[in-house]
């Protein structure tokens, strides 16, 4: 039975490929928006190209999947923020909408989306890109990596921890996988650890038949529970993966760049293979999540496989899909939705704390404690139409508001003005006007002045007279000696 059902497993996963394929309509889509942005890149910079990258580029697409572009300039501004500042204007002009700012990471981004489609492009300057070409040689070389590939990153984007909302399980802004990481260790799996690749090299007789069975017609079932089974179990904390040496494996406290890191046991590390002073999986700090969700994972599928009891689906343990009708077409683009699988902790059989969110990998990090910072471009993503340009200094008060120091601007105003008693709050500053404990009141023959003493008094107003306070304060105060 297991035969059978790893048969049809390989199978389903085939299937599960031609079904997400880009359709006329996607590369139609991709392909217009990608000729806009190269022709306002033309028209803003000079010497300027326009390189696409990533899933764009290798094909290893999801319906939903953006395009990623980098812009590289060989004369004039040099610095990847001064060209996405200026893209920034020249995008917005030409009616794109700019989702998402992030000028302060070690990689700039510029998230810009298409209003008619809704599809999305990650614009970069001046990046290295070598992945995009490290990853086309790959997917020729081993023809397993783009189906398992792409099975493994839908079923990992769909599920989510009940008690958690700070952590995904393939998002590098909140501590989880690249996708580049994911390919990295799925060529590991199928260099070092693949059954078929050992028994060539043991030179085993029965390496295409086992027990005069066909091995090749069950391969990716086979792949797909073995990349879940040996992930699931393999030591991250001490460990890390390299793609070029013999064994494929390294310690990371004996590794001549990652042993120096501070906290490199809550990392997990995959030597970049282009670059090996480079972690591509340095932004992932959770890994006991990520091999928590890695075995669920195995268990659904090693469970169901052998099993004797006829089932719909076996893939569908735990890649999640809308209905899929056979005269129906997918949904393209956006509209293409990934029904979310939530982990409970019984389901996992393990406690996990939530993850910190101050953690992430991509979180600004400010001077002065915090206390006091500039704007950053991308605070808020404009939501609240308050930034004056970005330019403005801002107070900091907590996670989800700021004052303006000049203007005293809230957007809870009711954490500054209190109007049962008090007239004036600490964060109420100079230009109004305080109760009459006030030591500066009554100053300079009479009154209502403010603490400085020298904006509201008699001198500036003509002399002799009182000042009146705001019309809104009038009928809260009441002037003692006032003709």
């Not at 033309?42 to 290798?58: C, K, M």
């Not at 812009?71 to 001064?82: E, L």
């Not at 992030?102 to 614009?123: N, S």
């Not at 979310?340 to 996990?352: K, M, P, R, V």
Request: contains cysteine; hydrophobic residues 30%; aromatic residues 10%.
């Amino acid at each position: 039975m297991d035969h059978i059902n790893l048969k049809r497993l390989s199978d389903e996963i085939k299937e599960f490929e031609a079904y997400l394929a880009p359709t006329s309509y996607e590369t139609e889509c991709r392909s217009k928006l990608l000729e806009k942005i190269k022709i306002i890149v033309q028209n803003t910079l000079i010497d300027a190209t326009v390189e696409p990258f990533g899933s764009y580029e290798t094909q290893l697409l999801l319906p939903s999947s953006d395009i990623d572009l980098n812009i590289s300039v060989k004369n004039g501004c040099t610095t990847a923020r001064s060209i996405l500042r200026k893209m920034d204007k020249a995008l917005s002009r030409n009616r794109l909408n700019i989702q998402l700012r992030v000028f302060g990471a070690t990689v700039p981004v510029l998230k810009v989306v298409d209003p008619k489609t809704g599809l999305t492009a990650d614009i970069t300057a001046m990046n290295n890109v070598i992945s995009s070409k490290r990853t086309l040689a790959w997917v020729e070389k081993y023809p397993e990596l783009k189906p398992l590939f792409l099975v493994l990153k839908h079923a990992l984007l769909s599920i989510r921890f009940e008690w958690d909302e700070n952590y995904e399980v393939l998002s590098t802004v909140k501590n989880g996988l690249a996708s580049y990481s994911l390919v990295c260790m799925i060529v590991h799996y199928l260099k070092y650890d693949d059954e078929d690749v050992k028994k060539v090299e043991g030179k085993d007789e029965e390496t295409k038949k086992d027990k005069g069975q066909d091995r090749s017609k069950t391969r990716l079932g086979r792949l797909l529970l073995g990349f879940l089974k040996y992930y699931s179990t393999f030591d991250f904390i001490k460990n890390g993966l390299d793609l070029t040496s013999k064994n494929g494996v390294f310690e990371k406290i004996s590794h001549p760049v990652f042993g120096e890191m501070k906290r490199i046991d809550e990392v997990m590390a995959i030597e970049n293979p282009d670059e090996p002073q480079n972690n591509v999986a340095r932004s992932t700090r959770t890994i006991k999540q990520f091999q928590a969700v890695l075995s669920w994972m195995y268990a659904q599928l090693n469970t169901i496989v052998k099993s004797d009891i006829a089932q719909h689906s076996l893939l569908g343990s735990i890649v999640r899909t809308g209905p899929r009708l056979p005269d129906i077409p997918r949904k393209n683009l956006t509209e293409y939705q990934f029904p979310s699988t939530e982990l409970t902790e019984e389901a996992i059989g393990i406690y996990l704390p939530s993850v910190d969110p101050t953690l992430f990998a991509n979180r600004k990090k400010t001077r002065h404690h915090g206390l006091k910072r500039k704007r950053f471009d991308d605070d808020d993503n404009n939501s609240n139409g308050d930034h004056y340009g970005g330019r403005a200094r801002y107070n900091r008060k907590d996670d989800v508001g700021y004052v303006r120091r000049d203007k005293h601007y809230s957007r809870n105003y009711d954490d500054h003005y209190d109007r049962r008693e008090k007239y004036y709050s600490q964060n109420y500053d100079d230009d109004y006007y305080k109760p009459r404990s006030n030591k500066k009141y009554n100053q300079n023959g009479g009154g209502y002045g403010n603490r400085n003493g020298d904006k509201w008094n008699n001198d500036q107003q003509g002399g002799g007279g009182k000042v009146k306070p705001p019309k809104r304060f009038r009928s809260k105060y009441k002037q003692k000696g006032s003709a």
